[in-house]
């Protein structure tokens, strides 16, 4: 037991500066619950928290409905840079770790790129959808981004010139998440049409379709080693909220799903493997629950096996 929860210190830890582990819808009505040992420190935003990503292994940046994006030692609990530019809230944010390049989206139809070290404003502007932005990706190389809006439509741009160098647009693709692929040139998208979309960045083509799933796609992310993708969907009352694990080799098909939370799973990735030799995943959902789950072991051959559960 002391092994397990020294294991699951080491998942946690640099998982919480990637997950927005207590997603949540804004009238939810919290049930009294014993009080749990937590760090907590002052509010890095005024409002919520929309979006979060591990810049490196101590900071964190994060989009919130402030319209601020904020660079966070996670470890201190201090605000390094604060940074103001967008009209409307952020809905995502996105970097290369251990860059000192992150990017925002926003509602106000807009992306910007943000310099870590730069005093003044946004060191580029990345404008050309006509609804939110809800789905941000960078290239490994720095190079490229993707974007992707309700507007059904997914664009690539030139990061240093801000060009858009192709656009794609499909009939109720509503854009829920992008997550690039390590080492390759595709994009996964998940999307509220259900469906999770495969895009060969090069020709900003479509280059695989998984089963449409029951319930809106509303996350995904890519293992570090690029061989499965882990999807979120919506539900309620236990009804989907499931997590899916997709092979991206050359079956390309369902792995097995996680089953547990009882509303909308908002968000899912692959954790990293700290000293455990087991490949994890977590989920978090509007239940206000945070799911640890064993990758590969499965029960009766469907669900994965559940580690650890966290709520506040």
């Known amino acids: 037991e002391q092994k397990m929860s020294e294991l699951l210190e080491q ?62 030692n996670w470890r201190s609990g201090a605000v390094l840079r604060r940074f103001v530019g967008h009209q409307h809230e952020v809905t995502k944010v996105a970097c290369v770790f ?6 925002s989206a926003s509602r106000d139809k807009t992306v910007m790129m943000w310099e870590l070290h730069r005093n003044s404003g946004p060191s580029q502007h990345f404008p ?42 499909i009939s109720r693709n509503l854009v829920t998440h992008l997550c690039w692929v390590p080492a ?8 509220e049409d259900k469906t999770i979309r495969i ?26 080693d690029g061989r499965y993708c882990i999807s979120s969907s919506n539900g309620f009352s236990g009804e989907g909220c499931e997590a899916t ?14 089953k547990g939370h009882f ?4 968000s899912c990735v692959f954790l990293p493997k700290g000293l ?3 490949p994890v995943v977590a989920t978090s959902s509007h239940d206000c629950m945070v799911k640890i789950w064993n990758q590969d072991m499965s029960v009766w051959g469907e669900g994965g096996l559940l580690l650890s559960e966290l709520t506040r």
């Not at 251990?98 to 990017?103: A, D, G, K, Y």
């Not at 997709?246 to 097995?256: A, C, I, K, M």
């Not at 509303?263 to 908002?266: I, S, V």
Request: charge should be negative; proline fraction near 4%.
């Open 199 to 224: 895009w060969d960045s090069r020709e900003l083509q479509v280059a695989h379709r998984f089963p449409v799933k029951q319930y809106i796609q509303t996350y995904c992310d890519v293992s570090q």
């Open 263 to 266: 509303q909308t799973t908002a």
């Open 184 to 191: 390759e040139p595709y994009v996964i998208q998940t999307s």
């Open 245 to 258: 694990l997709w092979d991206l080799r050359q079956t390309r098909s369902r792995v097995r799903e996680f």
């Open 276 to 278: 455990g030799l087991i």
């Open 11 to 72: 998942w946690l830890i640099p998982a919480a500066v990637c997950l927005s582990l207590f997603d949540r819808p804004d009238d939810y009505v919290e049930e009294d619950r014993p009080a749990q040992a937590v760090q907590q420190y002052t509010p890095a935003h005024t409002g919520t928290v929309t979006s979060v990503a591990a810049l490196t292994s101590d900071l964190c940046v994060s989009g919130g409905k402030d319209k601020a994006v904020v660079v966070y």
């Open 98 to 103: 251990e860059s000192n390049s992150f990017f």
């Open 128 to 169: 050309g959808h006509d609804l939110v932005v809800t789905g941000l990706a960078v290239s490994p190389d720095s190079l490229q981004l993707c974007t992707g809006s309700r507007d059904n439509t997914m664009c690539k741009w030139d990061i240093e010139t801000g060009e858009c160098l192709q656009r794609a647009a």
